[in-house]
């Protein structure tokens, strides 16, 4: 008793220490004062993005036809924590770096704090829409892709309306145009910068210990950034066509995050090129050339994603079913080898009872009534039973795990299937059935185990005489089937639907016979089909229900 205590006094001592443990240690990135770096680098990031933007992305004076400032700061926040505190210290330092950017940028001052305001409320709406609806927040699968970019598509809906609501009242500028602008440039930048965040993982980080890997995306990367200077710089060359392909590239040989990658290149060229006068589109109205880039992108390249995404889930689902694969052959070499030690554990005992049974019978043992010699030669019955079924596990164990060894040689298999007959009809269960040999053709020759043929056929002979007595015969064939000989057990019972068919050979499956009079075991079948394979052969059935079932079997013939 007085150990017990002591155990549980520990464990409630541990208890309390795991609980004080928890209490004085903070979840991950839940206090923003403990966690700052990412933050703030964060809004030194946003700062610069919008200088850029602004800069060299502006469309009509006031709203960029590239916003990527949003989506990095919803990339960040969302890897990075969350909670309330953590949340609030991260939203100050965006607005922060989004309103010194404003600034920087030459915006005055009342239309930075309504552009910072609108870039603030956008954010903070894709944050808590991916959070709420984003499984995990994974891009890598056509779901969470589809959510995400539909995410994307939504969060700046609002900013747009009162961004374009602002500088048609301050500006005079058209309201329909300047949401069109606001909307597609900040939804492509949430689409494109957001893919790249979402997906890095750090496995991706393996490619710069992979000489030839990253070689591959260097120079990918290469084709791509001199295919879109071709054809968003002064060039404007007209070699549109080899985007699409490179991108696709991309996806096929690094999934999402080199599709998004190359997407983050042929975007960022693609709308700095337009704006600045260059590439397709050059002819137009800068407003025009602002839509017609951004179409470009979400219509043009943006689906290869989907394809990326769609070439992820099956990778995953490969790994799963390989992974699933392992786990059933691990599974099945520990059946097999409890199998093993199951059947031997039971072989030695077993074979006392047998030699008890038949002194007892025998009157070794002292006097008997005729009904203990009935009772002994029960006991022996049932314990020959369970001996011939420990041979067939341990052959089963042997089968799948590799150990047993055929000796194939030219057999007669003529002499075989005689051999069957007559150690069929010295069984009790034969009265009153004919069994008939029939071969078909002259030397009928297989490369085959004796032993093991005459075991497999004694198999599906003894199945034919249990389940298929009814029909009062069973018929042993062999014949040639071009270069291989055929042997066939048929009987004339009730025969087997396609169900059961299909299930035949699995093992310790009696197809719902378990409970009937017919004694079996259900791993005849299991262990015929893997000893036939060993002998380079096949096996299979031939049924119809209520005519009777012929079983086969083919091997290679001499």
Same mark, same amino acid.
């Given at each position: 008793?007085?150990?017990?205590?002591?155990?549980?006094?520990? #464990?409630?001592?541990?208890?309390?220490?795991?609980?004080?443990?928890?209490?004085?240690?903070?979840?991950?990135?839940?206090?923003?004062?403990?966690?700052?770096?990412?933050?703030?680098?964060? @809004?030194?990031?946003? @700062?610069?993005?919008?200088v850029l933007?602004?800069?060299?992305?502006?469309?009509?004076?006031?709203?960029?036809?590239?916003?990527?400032a949003?989506?990095?700061?919803?990339?960040?926040?969302?890897?990075?924590?969350r909670?309330?505190?953590?949340?609030?210290?991260?939203?100050?330092?965006?607005a922060?770096?989004?309103?010194?950017?404003?600034?920087?940028?030459?915006?005055t001052?009342?239309?930075?704090? &309504?552009f910072?305001?609108?870039?603030?409320?956008?954010?903070?709406?894709?944050?808590?829409? @991916?959070?709420?609806?984003?499984?995990?927040?994974?891009?890598?699968?056509? $779901?969470?892709?589809?959510?995400?970019?539909? /995410?994307?598509?939504?969060?700046?809906?609002?900013?747009?309306?009162?961004?374009?609501?602002?500088?048609?009242?301050?500006?005079?500028?058209?309201?329909i145009?300047?949401?069109?602008?606001?909307?597609?440039?900040?939804?492509?930048?949430?689409?494109v910068?957001?893919?790249v965040?979402?997906?890095?993982?750090? #496995?991706?980080?393996?490619?710069?210990?992979?000489?030839?890997?990253?070689?591959?995306?260097v120079?990918?990367?290469?084709?791509?950034?001199?295919a879109?200077?071709?054809?968003?710089?002064?060039?404007?060359?007209?070699?549109?066509?080899?985007?699409?392909p490179?991108i696709?590239?991309?996806?096929?040989?690094?999934?999402?995050?080199?599709a998004?990658?190359?997407?983050?290149?042929?975007?960022?060229?693609?709308?700095?090129?337009?704006?600045?006068?260059h590439?397709?589109?050059?002819?137009?109205?800068?407003?025009?050339?602002?839509?017609? #880039?951004?179409?470009?992108?979400?219509?043009g390249?943006?689906?290869?994603?989907?394809?990326?995404?769609?070439?992820?889930?099956?990778?995953?689902?490969?790994?799963?079913?390989?992974d699933?694969?392992?786990?059933?052959?691990?599974?099945?070499?520990?059946?097999?080898r409890?199998?093993?030690?199951?059947?031997?554990?039971?072989?030695?005992?077993?074979?006392?009872?047998?030699?008890?049974?038949?002194?007892?019978?025998?009157?070794?043992?002292?006097?008997?009534?005729?009904?203990?010699?009935?009772?002994?030669?029960?006991?022996?019955?049932?314990?020959?039973?369970?001996?011939?079924?420990?041979?067939?596990?341990?052959?089963?164990?042997?089968?799948?795990?590799?150990?047993?060894?055929?000796?194939?040689?030219?057999?007669?298999?003529? %002499?075989?299937?005689?051999?069957?007959?007559?150690?069929?009809?010295?069984?009790?269960?034969?009265?009153?059935?004919? /069994?008939?040999?029939?071969?078909?053709?002259?030397?009928?020759?297989?490369?085959a185990?004796?032993?093991?043929?005459?075991?497999?056929?004694?198999?599906?002979?003894?199945?034919?005489?249990?389940?298929?007595?009814?029909?009062?015969?069973?018929?042993?064939?062999?014949?040639?089937?071009?270069?291989r000989?055929?042997?066939?057990?048929t009987?004339?019972?009730?025969?087997?639907?396609?169900?059961?068919?299909a299930?035949?050979?699995?093992?310790?499956?009696?197809?719902?016979?378990?409970?009937?009079? &017919?004694?079996?075991?259900?791993?005849?079948?299991?262990?015929?089909?893997?000893?036939?394979?060993?002998?380079? %052969?096949?096996?299979?059935? $031939?049924?119809?229900?209520?005519?009777?079932?012929?079983?086969?079997?083919e091997?290679?013939?001499?």
């Amino acid at each position: 008793m007085s150990r017990a205590l002591q155990r549980s006094e520990v #464990a409630l001592e541990a208890s309390a220490k795991g609980t004080v443990g928890v209490e004085a240690k903070a979840p991950p990135n839940a206090d923003f004062f403990r966690q700052p770096l990412a933050p703030i680098l964060t @809004a030194l990031g946003v @700062a610069v993005l919008v200088v850029l933007a602004i800069s060299f992305a502006r469309a009509n004076g006031l709203i960029a036809g590239l916003w990527g400032a949003g989506g990095l700061a919803m990339a960040a926040w969302l890897r990075s924590g969350r909670g309330l505190q953590y949340d609030l210290g991260f939203g100050v330092l965006v607005a922060a770096g989004v309103f010194a950017g404003e600034i920087l940028a030459g915006n005055t001052l009342w239309l930075s704090a &309504v552009f910072t305001l609108s870039n603030v409320l956008e954010i903070v709406l894709a944050v808590l829409l @991916a959070r709420r609806l984003l499984t995990g927040l994974h891009v890598d699968s056509v $779901h969470g892709l589809a959510r995400f970019l539909t /995410i994307c598509a939504i969060a700046p809906v609002p900013a747009a309306l009162l961004a374009s609501g602002t500088v048609a009242n301050l500006a005079g500028q058209d309201f329909i145009e300047a949401f069109r602008i606001w909307w597609g440039g900040h939804a492509l930048g949430f689409a494109v910068i957001g893919v790249v965040g979402l997906s890095l993982r750090k #496995a991706h980080l393996k490619l710069l210990k992979q000489p030839a890997r990253l070689a591959e995306g260097v120079g990918l990367g290469l084709l791509l950034s001199g295919a879109c200077y071709a054809l968003f710089s002064h060039l404007s060359m007209p070699f549109g066509f080899l985007l699409l392909p490179l991108i696709l590239l991309a996806a096929v040989r690094f999934r999402v995050i080199g599709a998004a990658w190359a997407l983050l290149v042929v975007t960022v060229m693609a709308i700095g090129g337009t704006m600045a006068g260059h590439g397709p589109y050059h002819q137009f109205a800068i407003e025009d050339r602002a839509l017609l #880039a951004q179409l470009l992108v979400l219509l043009g390249y943006m689906p290869i994603l989907l394809v990326a995404a769609l070439l992820e889930e099956r990778d995953q689902l490969m790994q799963r079913a390989k992974d699933g694969r392992l786990r059933a052959e691990r599974a099945s070499a520990a059946k097999s080898r409890l199998l093993a030690n199951v059947a031997h554990e039971i072989k030695s005992p077993i074979g006392g009872v047998i030699g008890i049974g038949e002194l007892w019978a025998g009157g070794h043992l002292g006097k008997v009534s005729d009904s203990q010699v009935e009772m002994a030669q029960m006991l022996v019955k049932t314990s020959r039973q369970i001996e011939a079924l420990t041979h067939d596990l341990l052959d089963v164990a042997r089968a799948e795990a590799g150990a047993v060894k055929v000796d194939l040689r030219p057999t007669e298999v003529s %002499g075989v299937l005689e051999d069957v007959r007559r150690s069929m009809m010295l069984l009790p269960e034969a009265k009153g059935l004919r /069994i008939d040999v029939i071969a078909d053709g002259d030397a009928l020759v297989a490369m085959a185990d004796s032993q093991r043929l005459t075991q497999v056929v004694g198999n599906l002979a003894n199945n034919a005489m249990k389940y298929g007595a009814s029909g009062g015969v069973v018929i042993l064939r062999a014949e040639w089937r071009g270069d291989r000989i055929r042997i066939e057990v048929t009987d004339r019972g009730p025969g087997l639907s396609e169900e059961k068919q299909a299930q035949l050979f699995e093992p310790f499956n009696r197809l719902g016979l378990d409970r009937s009079s &017919v004694e079996g075991h259900g791993v005849g079948l299991t262990l015929a089909k893997r000893l036939v394979e060993l002998q380079g %052969g096949d096996i299979g059935v $031939h049924s119809v229900a209520g005519q009777g079932a012929t079983f086969w079997v083919e091997l290679p013939g001499v």
